[in-house]
């Protein structure tokens, strides 16, 4: 018990070291930093099966939407009708952002613009699916071209928009891949 407690003091010390400071100075780093310490404790002292279980209470990412397109103002429009049916997304006007985020993050579904500088649509759809083969693709386009079309689809696109396109139609396909369901438009 005595050896125990040895243990224990010079930690209890610490904390309250830390919770001083934090109550002189009032930064709040130091009480993130003090949860931290006891976390890390924690976690080494009962280190069995914490390492399994902590990846369940971890949010799933499968909600993330993200639209890509160079043109700043559908982005604002697309982004105000999907808050409006409470749903959140993430905005890239560029296809390199968009990439680079993807390749870190997961998402489950991208809204991609077909012209944009830099690189089309059906590139950016390419190579997303090299990255993450499960997220789902809804293309628009101000032009409706037949082959662009029918290559957005052959490469996995669940849905193709004209713009301007019906704003219910949009969110159903929307809703539709979230849920895992295919349709095409």
């Known amino acids: 018990m005595r050896q125990r407690r040895k243990k224990i003091d010079p930690i209890a010390r610490l904390i309250e070291a830390i919770l001083d400071l ?7 780093s130091a009480v993130g930093f003090l949860i931290s310490i006891t976390a890390r404790l924690l976690l080494t002292r ?8 902590a990846s369940a209470v971890l949010p799933p990412a499968a909600g993330i939407i993200c639209l890509v397109d160079d043109d ?3 982005l604002k429009a697309l982004d105000r009708l999907l808050s409006s049916a409470g749903l959140q997304a993430q905005l890239f006007s560029e296809p390199l952002a968009f990439l680079s985020y993807v390749t870190c993050n997961s998402a489950a579904l991208a809204v991609i613009d077909i012209w944009m500088s830099g690189m089309s649509g059906l590139q950016v759809q390419k190579k997303l699916q090299v990255v993450l083969p499960k997220a789902r693709v809804i293309i628009i386009t101000a032009t409706d071209e037949e082959s662009v079309r029918n290559t957005a689809i052959q ?4 849905a193709y928009f004209v713009k301007p396109f019906d704003d219910d139609a949009f969110l159903a396909a929307v809703h539709q891949a979230i849920a895992g369901q295919n349709s095409t438009c």
């Not at 934090?22 to 709040?28: D, K, M, P, S």
């Not at 490469?155 to 669940?158: E, K, Q, R, S």
């Open 46 to 53: 009962r280190k069995t099966k914490m390492d399994v279980n």
């Open 72 to 74: 700043l103002s559908m």
């Open 155 to 158: 490469g996995g696109a669940i």
């Open 22 to 28: 934090a109550l002189i100075t009032g930064l709040l």
